[in-house]
């Protein structure tokens, strides 16, 4: 069992061992979009995506369920680690209605093997996901299979807040820090909260003191490989 110190806040953590694992996306968080560079590159707009997953065959010091998750620019063009990944997960190619308007809420609670190694610092990494034997299921997990709506979280600071906008500000609250200041840094949510200042109610109502107690879930249900729409 690795165990990581960190400096940068959390303390000490499990790292997820090296090897293929069995897995299930758990939870999707939309970070939104915000002025990224890389490598030699000039810094360009991207919007990121967290895909969540837990590893139910290997259970931590606590009798939880290992948990990690990887980044993503929220793009399907060929070159992209998404289109890649999701591919190899479904086990087929992208129909073109696909490449348009792919709802990523269809992984949730989806099946796959991820192929994970540990970075020099000793970090787990996700570097590959691909279709399981016996094809990818729906199937329960035991964390909350929930999506971050940032559409959603921004209607709690643009003067619209609702049952939606309060229960993306739960799930917010439990996502790590460094997630949570990238979608503070976002451009969406700077629109919203111009559009709040501009609101004849003023700021918004509630914000994150009026978190909302009840968890949007995912309900899971049995599937056949055939409909799952993934």
Known sequence: MV???SSSGGGEFEAVPI????????????????DEKFKDEDAKKRRSIFVFFELPDLRTQKDQPFSIFKQYTLSL????????????WRGKSFTEAELKSFDMANILGVS????VEHTAGGRAK???????DGGAKKVATVNDQVMFDLEDYCKEFSGESCDESKNACDIF???PAFMCEMIEGSYELAAAYSKGRKAEAGESKGGLAAMAKDRKTVPVADFEDDDIPF
Not at 77 to 88: E, F, G, I, P, Y
Not at 126 to 132: A, E, Q, Y
């Open 3 to 5: 165990m990581i110190a």
């Open 19 to 34: 090897g293929t694992h069995r897995a299930i996306c758990y939870k999707l968080a939309d970070a939104g979009t915000r």
């Open 77 to 88: 063009n060929d070159n992209s680690a998404l289109h890649k990944d999701l591919k190899s």
């Open 112 to 115: 796959c093997d991820l192929e």
């Open 126 to 132: 996700i570097t590959s996901i691909f279709k399981p």
């Open 173 to 175: 609250a439990d996502l």
